[in-house]
């Protein structure tokens, strides 16, 4: 198959296309080229913008494509201009979505299912000037305005799309270091810094079962026109996840609690706790595994993996731990 990926080279796009290489594949990747990609010279490199409709349509010109898999479809408007480019040239086009969708309705119970798309009520925006809050509420409704498109033209004129809703992710090429931070905390000595307060459980997934689902849709099927969640069968409270996490890596684990508020105001949050935000997604499976058959990794077996590559990567510390001084002043 003739395979386009738009975006995403520096995480799940990489590593799909090497699985869709070793399948026997041939791979076209379209992004801005702003970030140098490790990818094999045999990957077709296609360079644009694609919030410039004009420019993702000179790239496509006179190209065919068998399926598209879309990492980075983040709007309403993105949406339309890439109906509009693809309609009638692809069989089938794989839409990467996200639990977010759910976090800005209210009225919702978790874990989500598929279905709970269309109910509850819109949140309100949170006030512009509490920046995180408002640019998770922003992700997961523009998120939203592009999935609507995208089921509106499966409606119309059967635009051959699945959507894939995922939780947070882990793998090796995290951008985000998010299961790194942990690590190198742990690794310290320090305790973990967490916030007072409702911890959200954890049920995340794994990178490889991400691609093993994007594989499985690619070609035409009974998924065309449906959504299904990417996730772990397993739900994890915060300390279950981080007492599995200290004794894969062979480290005690401590912990200590600070005022959320205070740790908000001091823009601690995200980084001392990846985890602990109160924008985390929980999905339910049940869908993909009756409908697509897809089997997820134990979360203790892709930790332990996890945990084998980072601990003696030596990669340089991320922007979220170069404050850890100041969070352990807080901690005593």
């Known amino acids: 198959m003739d395979i386009l990926i738009i975006g995403g080279t520096r995480n799940l796009g990489h590593l799909l296309t090497l699985h869709l290489l070793a399948a026997g594949h041939r791979v076209t990747v379209f992004n801005r080229g702003q970030t140098p990609d490790e990818l094999p010279g045999e990957v077709t490199r296609l360079r644009g913008d694609r919030s410039v409709p004009a420019q993702l349509k000179q790239a496509l010109a006179g190209r065919s494509f068998d399926a598209v898999v879309d990492m980075t479809l983040y709007n309403g408007p993105d949406a339309q201009a890439v109906v509009e480019i693809l309609a009638g040239r692809v069989e089938s086009y794989v839409f990467i979505g996200t639990g977010q969708v759910y976090l800005v309705r209210q009225g919702l119970s978790r874990p989500f299912k598929e279905e709970d798309y269309d109910r509850g009520e819109p949140m309100a925006a949170p006030p512009v000037d509490n920046a995180f809050d408002y640019q998770n509420w922003l992700y997961g409704v523009d998120k939203r305005a592009a999935e609507d498109i995208l089921a509106a033209a499966w409606t119309e004129q059967h635009f051959p799309v699945v959507s894939l809703r995922l939780p947070m992710v882990h793998s090796e090429r995290d951008p985000m270091h998010r299961l790194y931070n942990y690590l190198l905390r742990l690794r310290d000595g320090g305790p973990l810094v967490l916030p007072d307060g409702p911890r959200l459980p954890l049920r995340h997934i794994y990178g490889e079962d991400v691609v093993a689902a994007i594989m499985k849709v690619l070609k035409p099927g009974p998924w065309a ?16 996840f981080l007492d599995l996490l200290a004794g894969l890596a062979g480290y005690p684990l401590k912990t200590v609690t600070v005022s959320r508020a205070t740790l908000e105001s001091r823009q601690l949050l995200p980084g001392c706790s990846p985890f602990s935000g109160l924008w985390m997604s929980e999905l339910d499976n049940g869908r993909s595994l009756a409908e697509l058959g897809l089997a997820y990794t134990p979360v203790q077996v892709y930790l332990e993996k996890l945990v084998g590559y980072y601990l003696p990567a030596q990669l ?7 404050r850890r001084a100041e969070e352990l002043r807080l901690a005593f």
């Open 316 to 322: 340089p510390p991320p922007a979220g731990y170069q």
């Open 225 to 240: 026109g449906q959504a299904y969640h990417i996730s772990q069968n397993e739900t994890l409270a915060l300390e279950e």
